[in-house]
């Protein structure tokens, strides 16, 4: 009997997730034609990064969680294992705003959980009474309720108004650029919810575990590449079949033969295909759904977007007032400035910065200020160093600035995301052959892009 012809799969979008999922095909079929298609004339999304005077620049993230696995596996099968580099372990630090001045967030405070009694004591951030409600956390009930909630009404129930406006929503609008009014703590810390369900609170759970950490973010769990981000997306790209990646092509329409059960994609010189993988942000899976299924387009345009505009500034060592302690600082809305955070990049990773030299992102926009990520460049930057000036005593010109827009790159899991993506892909499964994979379903983050992407890929390569 003869061998059945090959797959042929069509990958939409090739940011990391779309880049992930077409290796993964070659993985796991080696005869499978892969087709990979980009709207833009660059592959890599917001993996961006840039080499200029001696700085290494990333135009977006600058890190990822090997908590996840995924991306760290994916770089020892691509060659990049021995490249990859943790952060510098001596400033392990985080800090926060409060009243002009730079404050280490409390030691084992992650996001919401405490680790320790005595930091949070000690903590300049929290007045007498916010740090008396916040220990007052194990006295409080848990939540019988089973509906979502957001991660305002979370924190505000469990550690207090002010721990929420002075440390929680900093942290959170640094990690999603939302509002946690709307955010959803289901889609984005279940495993708190599972904390409260199963130990009756956050401190008895953090008790319970023993978590090795040194600040208010696991810093010890990042890693990066020593050229930068970009070397994953170009690794991939470099492993890509020859002639199987198409950029400039705006598709416009997905379309199946219920007879043949192939898909044909409007925009597209691809011919027919036995799978669709589409790797592209919801709003615009929406648009080339909306032909097919109304329903399912509908939800995936109600998927929100926010955006962010990160400038990055160098400097000589020298002309910082006060020494940058840390890997950077999240500003409280409630201190009412207009940028949502800083990284001091070249203190998180070797090699970001020439020597005597220092690398600062300030970060703008967001949910909250989404005005802000839209000023002019030249404003930006003014504020920018203006910001800076006043918090860490930065001044003079810099030798280097780069400014990156990123308009719309965020998915917001808001209040009911997790219900939301449940009939997506319960609407997504009634088409055999059709694939959603990328940030807006089930993780934000590196690692959790490369795994939908592998699994919409190993998916489609086991569909027949």
Known sequence: MSAPPPLRIAVIGAGVTGLAAAHRVGELSPRAEVRLFERSDRVGGVLQTESRDGFLIERSADNF???TPHATALCERIGLADELIPTESARRRAMVVRRGRLLGIPEGFVIMSPGAVWPIVATGILSPAGKARLMCEPLVPPRRDASDESVADFCRRRLGSEAFTRLVQPLVGGI???????????????????????????????????????????????????????????????????????????????????STGKWRIEGSEGGDFDAVIVAAPAPAAGEMLAGLDAS???????????????????????????PMDGFGFVVPHAERRPILAASFASHKFPGRAPQDCELVRVFFGGALQPEMADRPDAELIQIAREQLGELIGLSGEPKTVEVARWGGAMPQYHVGHVERVDRILQHAAAWPGLYLAGAAYRGVGVPNCIASGEAAAEAACTQR
């Open 296 to 322: 399912l387009a509908s939800e995936l345009r109600q998927i929100e977007y926010a955006g962010a505009t990160i400038v990055c500034l160098g400097y000589e060592r020298r002309l910082a007032a006060r």
């Open 65 to 67: 969680l090997t908590k």
């Open 176 to 258: 999603y650029t939302a509002d946690p009014e709307r955010l959803s703590m289901a889609a984005t810390m279940p495993h708190l919810l599972q904390d409260e369900r199963e130990h009756g609170g956050l401190w008895r759970a953090a008790r319970g575990r023993k978590r090795q950490q040194s600040s208010g973010a696991r810093y010890n769990l990042f890693m990066a590449p020593r050229g930068g981000m970009q070397a994953i997306t170009d690794r991939l790209r470099q492993r890509l079949p020859a002639g199987c990646l198409f950029t400039g092509s705006d598709i416009r329409a997905l379309h199946r033969d219920r």
